[in-house]
């Protein structure tokens, strides 16, 4: 008898002590889970507040050549942050459609009057930075492609010698796009991660697999558990890739390319920062381009000449002369052709001469 409470007890007090230990994690996890649902609506709250004043949006890209998101415009609807990046899902959807134009501007859309030069592409890009303007990497390639296309649009109409006020009203409209540019595509990445993490807890769904291992014994088999060290995993992602170089991060995805199925999320913080941060440049030294182009338009239609070097165009044509964020290099000016050198294999270029 003796020899079995020595059993019992030697047992029994370990399984008491687990038993302890699951209950007092279990209910720590439970109480995590409720102060991050609460942290994140207040997060979201500040990312709306210090986000970019909005332009007015028009129906002037529908006469434009390039892709528009047209379809939002119809409905007034874009996704929110809160929905996670499993509840972007249709609206990337119905966004790529319209960016390869496989969708159809239906017959009962109100056409507005012919717009003045210039107008479709500035119009265009109003709405999809109102598109994108909760959104993180996936939607933002989507924008940056969008963009590009309208921005684009503007290099044969500058080389047709417009008169110097339709330019200057060009040059005037791309500077307020400019400014209302959504930038902080990193922190809406964060904050759709974290809605991604709670939405699995509360829909009880996973849909895009975006938790890539289920509980085990670490966990004590507790969704709530795990899912709250996957937020602490996010918090040091994203801590990280904030304070980070583009280089570091580069080195951290090709460190992360044989341990991705070891991380606990699918976040793209840190495994697609880079290439993130590569598409915005692209982009930005696309915009620079255009604007540069519509101050030597101008200047060519005021002087009647080429100004020989682009500081020639500040600050009445240009508020400055742009550069390249990654390496502070300003576009090239050669034989009526601007553009950026993004690498050795890479070049961007826009012709201004006259047509």
């Given at each position: 008898?003796?020899?079995?409470?020595?059993?019992?007890?030697?047992?029994?007090?370990?399984?008491?002590?687990?038993?302890?230990?699951w209950?007092?994690?279990?209910?720590?996890?439970?109480?995590?889970?409720?102060?991050?649902?609460?942290?994140?609506?207040?997060?979201?709250?500040?990312?709306?507040?210090?986000?970019?004043?909005?332009?007015?949006?028009?129906?002037?890209?529908?006469?434009?050549?390039?892709?528009?998101p047209?379809?939002?415009?119809?409905?007034?609807?874009?996704?929110?942050?809160?929905?996670?990046?499993?509840?972007?899902?249709?609206?990337?959807?119905?966004?790529?459609?319209?960016?390869?134009?496989?969708?159809?501007?239906?017959?009962?859309?109100?056409?507005?009057?012919?717009?003045?030069?210039?107008?479709?592409?500035?119009?265009?890009?109003?709405?999809?930075?109102?598109?994108?303007?909760?959104?993180?990497?996936?939607?933002?390639?989507?924008?940056?492609?969008?963009?590009?296309k309208?921005?684009?649009?503007?290099?044969?109409?500058?080389?047709?010698?417009?008169?110097?006020?339709?330019?200057?009203?060009?040059?005037?409209?791309?500077?307020?796009?400019?400014?209302?540019?959504?930038?902080?595509?990193?922190?809406?990445?964060?904050?759709?991660?974290?809605?991604?993490?709670?939405?699995?807890?509360?829909?009880?769904?996973?849909?895009?697999?975006?938790?890539?291992?289920?509980?085990?014994w670490?966990?004590?088999?507790?969704?709530?558990?795990?899912?709250?060290?996957?937020?602490?995993?996010?918090?040091?992602?994203?801590?990280?890739?904030?304070?980070?170089t583009?280089?570091?991060?580069?080195?951290?995805?090709?460190?992360?390319?044989?341990?991705?199925?070891?991380?606990?999320?699918?976040?793209f913080?840190?495994?697609?920062?880079?290439?993130?941060w590569?598409?915005?440049?692209?982009?930005?030294?696309e915009?620079?381009?255009?604007?540069?182009?519509?101050?030597?338009?101008?200047?060519?239609?005021?002087?009647?000449?080429?100004?020989?070097?682009?500081?020639?165009?500040?600050?009445?044509?240009?508020?400055?002369?742009p550069?390249?964020?990654?390496?502070?290099?300003?576009?090239?000016?050669?034989?009526?052709?601007?553009?950026?050198?993004?690498?050795?294999?890479?070049?961007?270029?826009?012709?201004?001469?006259?047509?």
């Amino acid at each position: 008898m003796k020899r079995l409470k020595w059993v019992l007890w030697v047992i029994g007090v370990p399984v008491a002590v687990i038993a302890l230990f699951w209950v007092d994690t279990y209910f720590r996890a439970v109480a995590a889970i409720r102060a991050e649902d609460d942290r994140l609506a207040q997060d979201i709250a500040a990312f709306r507040a210090r986000r970019k004043p909005e332009l007015p949006l028009d129906g002037a890209f529908l006469h434009g050549s390039s892709a528009a998101p047209w379809s939002f415009f119809r409905s007034g609807s874009s996704a929110k942050l809160e929905d996670g990046h499993s509840g972007h899902q249709g609206f990337r959807q119905a966004l790529t459609l319209d960016l390869w134009g496989l969708t159809h501007v239906p017959p009962d859309i109100t056409i507005p009057p012919r717009p003045a030069p210039g107008e479709p592409a500035t119009s265009c890009l109003a709405l999809t930075y109102w598109i994108v303007r909760e959104s993180g990497y996936a939607t933002r390639k989507l924008g940056y492609q969008f963009e590009t296309k309208a921005l684009r649009t503007l290099e044969p109409l500058v080389a047709e010698g417009l008169p110097a006020d339709d330019l200057r009203r060009i040059a005037e409209k791309l500077d307020l796009c400019l400014a209302a540019r959504p930038e902080d595509s990193l922190a809406a990445e964060h904050l759709m991660d974290r809605a991604e993490v709670l939405r699995v807890l509360h829909l009880k769904a996973d849909p895009l697999c975006f938790i890539q291992t289920a509980p085990g014994w670490k966990d004590f088999f507790s969704w709530r558990i795990l899912l709250v060290k996957c937020l602490k995993d996010l918090e040091e992602d994203y801590r990280y890739a904030r304070m980070s170089t583009v280089t570091e991060m580069e080195e951290a995805e090709h460190r992360l390319e044989g341990e991705h199925a070891d991380r606990r999320t699918r976040s793209f913080l840190i495994t697609n920062g880079a290439g993130q941060w590569y598409l915005d440049r692209e982009a930005l030294c696309e915009w620079h381009l255009a604007r540069t182009a519509v101050a030597i338009a101008r200047y060519r239609a005021d002087l009647g000449r080429e100004p020989d070097r682009l500081e020639e165009l500040t600050p009445e044509y240009l508020p400055q002369v742009p550069r390249d964020h990654m390496n502070g290099s300003p576009p090239e000016f050669e034989d009526g052709v601007l553009s950026f050198r993004l690498s050795q294999q890479s070049t961007l270029q826009w012709d201004v001469r006259r047509k």
